[in-house]
């Protein structure tokens, strides 16, 4: 019979190659994690997500600050570790993924929200700040994604983007991140698809006329 921590490690480690699949992570970019009790499980440092095994996870207390390996000599969690500890202290976060999809990585360096032209990106995402630049694996870039996930309003879930760096997603479970990190990629690259048909300028403005011809 399957334990609950075998089927999470599963769960995760699908998830993973899914981002991978998708084109959501390369090399050993990107990192995710979700609640298994009182503890989290997370993807190790230094890790391909698209070849992770179940046993290459990292269980650890959700209380814990710092990031060492396992007992025994097992793998460290990834350095972003301060980042997810921190979305899973606010309230009805489950499941955490950093990913660096390409569209949306590029639109990270403009510094500003991301615009949302589809009802369904509306919907689901309600705003995506980009977080400033900061160290990966800072304690400064941990603050500043709490902050950013606490302005959308504490729903439990939501996406950001990092200077420089990808995209961050949270939500109630693990799918629903995945979905998340998914709906961003789309987005952005559909404003990257709408700047080359109808030039940047038109593109830009028609972001704050959501819905009109055009967006």
Request: charged fraction near 20%; aromatic fraction near 4%.
């Amino acid at each position: 019979m399957t334990s609950p921590d075998e089927a999470a490690r599963e769960v995760l480690v699908e998830a993973c190659r899914r981002l991978d699949r998708l084109g959501l992570v390369h090399a050993t970019a990107g990192n995710a994690s979700m609640r298994l009790g009182p503890d989290l499980l997370v993807t190790p440092k230094g890790a391909a997500l698209g070849s992770l095994r179940p046993g290459d996870l990292v269980r650890l207390p959700l209380g814990q600050k710092a990031a060492p390996g396992e007992a025994g000599g097992g793998p460290e969690p990834t350095s972003e570790l301060p980042t997810h500890l921190a979305l899973h202290a606010l309230p009805g976060v489950a499941a955490v993924v950093h990913a660096h999809p390409p569209f949306a990585t590029a639109f990270s360096f403009e510094g500003r929200d991301l615009p949302l032209p589809t009802d369904e990106a509306r919907t689901l995402l309600r705003a995506v700040p980009t977080v400033p630049y900061a160290p990966p694996g800072s304690k400064a870039l941990a603050e500043a994604v709490a902050e950013a996930a606490g302005s959308l309003g504490g729903r439990g879930q939501g996406a950001v983007l990092l200077a420089r760096h990808g995209a961050l997603a949270w939500a109630g479970d693990l799918a629903r991140a995945v979905a998340l990190v998914e709906l961003v990629e789309a987005t952005a690259k559909l404003l990257c698809i709408r700047r080359l048909w109808f030039g940047a300028e038109a593109a830009r403005r028609a972001d704050d006329r959501p819905g009109e011809a055009g967006t």
